[in-house]
C-alpha cells in the first residue's frame, strides 16, 4: 500500500517536496502514530518537528490509534507561530 503524505513549510524543505509517499506492507494495517513514525525514520531531520505535529486525516486531527485507509488525505501539520 502507498500512502500519499502532505507536507508543509519546514517539513517540506527538508522532504524536498510538498508530498512524499510511504510504502506499507498489505498484510498490516497502518495507524496515525505507525505512519508518523515511519516518516521520522524516513525523514530523520524531522524528527524533532514531528514530535510536536500531529496528523490530519480528511482535514481533522488524527488519533495516534486512529487506523489509516490509503484514499485517505494524509497532512502533517508542524508546530505554528505567528501573530
Known amino acids: ?3 500519499q503524505v502532505h507536507l508543509f513549510g519546514p517539513l ?5 517536496s510538498g508530498l512524499v509517499e510511504v510504502d506499507w506492507p498489505e498484510r ?5 502514530a505507525e505512519l508518523m513514525q ?3 525514520m524516513q525523514y530523520p ?3 524533532r518537528r514531528l514530535g510536536v ?3 490530519a486525516v480528511n482535514c481533522r486531527r488524527a488519533a495516534p490509534e486512529q487506523q489509516l485507509q490509503v484514499t485517505d488525505e494524509l ?3 508542524g508546530l505554528v507561530s505567528g501573530g
Do not use: N, P, R, S
Open 12 to 16: 517540506a524543505e527538508m522532504a524536498c
Open 38 to 40: 515511519h516518516l521520522a
Open 45 to 47: 531531520e524531522m524528527g
Open 1 to 3: 500500500m502507498k500512502y
Open 28 to 32: 498490516h494495517e497502518c495507524t496515525a
Open 75 to 77: 497532512a502533517v501539520i
Open 53 to 55: 505535529g500531529f496528523l
